[in-house]
């Protein structure tokens, strides 16, 4: 099959590559492209999702199966309808794209479910996000689904990995601080997993909503505790309660389907970042 990548950031990339290894072709969208990190066989497409006509003019007329994977150029409404509403309407409009036949995946995030008390939500779940990031989303997933009905809509928690160690750092420089009291749940997703379940997807006929995390929710302060003791710091100071949605995202479709996780939970994979930031640590022999 010929996949379209529209956004071929540090997720987009890893996707390309594992498509690339089972064997189909790849086709990606990008502004501006790097200079590393391209796998080999990836068919570069250099473009603004934005220009219309350069849009058009540079979307393969063979495309299988369209993966939406974008991320907002800055964190504002404006900035998330340009990166996952306009930009998926724009594609969506193109006759390259309209048949029926072709597979979409699209990349949305948990921001879409509003604040359950710290309870468990499924894919059934009601969606009340009371963030403009988790709404926007919501409207760009109701519109891929009404013009796609074969579409799938992978809905990823917090992604950490290499590249994505925000916590660690903050931990490490003693600025980060927990809510102890209620506890405030995390929904995480090792980044190789993220692209491992769209890579997982793509070779199945699964339509509708799916929960893109590990189903190990943790309460933020027994997360961070954990990694101090893990780095050999203090445990971090305890901020107020500040009303952000809280909830734990269980992945049912994806268990019920058998998808195997390398980094099933929190534990595993950060003691693989840890060791990799003492290893960086090490003075040259």
Known sequence: MHWLLAGCGRLGLRVADLLLQGGHRVSGLRRHWPA????IGL?????????????AASVPPDVDGVI???TP????PEGYRRAYLSSLQRL?????LAADSQRWLFVSSTAVY????GAELDET?????AGFNGQILLQAEDCLRQARANAVCLRLGGIYGPGRTQLLRGLLAGTARVQRAPPHWTNRVHAEDAARMLAWLVERPDTGIVNGVDGDAVSEADLADWLCAELGLPPPAERAADGRANRR????????????????????GYSELIASLRQDARPPP
Not at 36 to 39: D, F, S, T
Not at 45 to 54: K, N
Not at 73 to 76: G, I, K, T, V
């Open 36 to 39: 590393a990190g391209i796998p």
């Open 43 to 55: 068919q570069r497409c250099t473009v603004d999702l934005h220009d219309g006509a350069a849009l």
């Open 68 to 70: 939406h994977v974008l």
């Open 73 to 76: 150029d800055e964190r504002s």
């Open 92 to 96: 969506l409009d193109l006759p390259q």
């Open 114 to 117: 509003g604040d359950a008390d």
């Open 125 to 129: 779940a009601d969606t009340a996000p």
């Open 249 to 268: 995202i269980l992945p049912r479709r994806l268990l019920q389907a058998g998808f195997q996780w390398r980094y099933p939970d929190h534990r595993i």
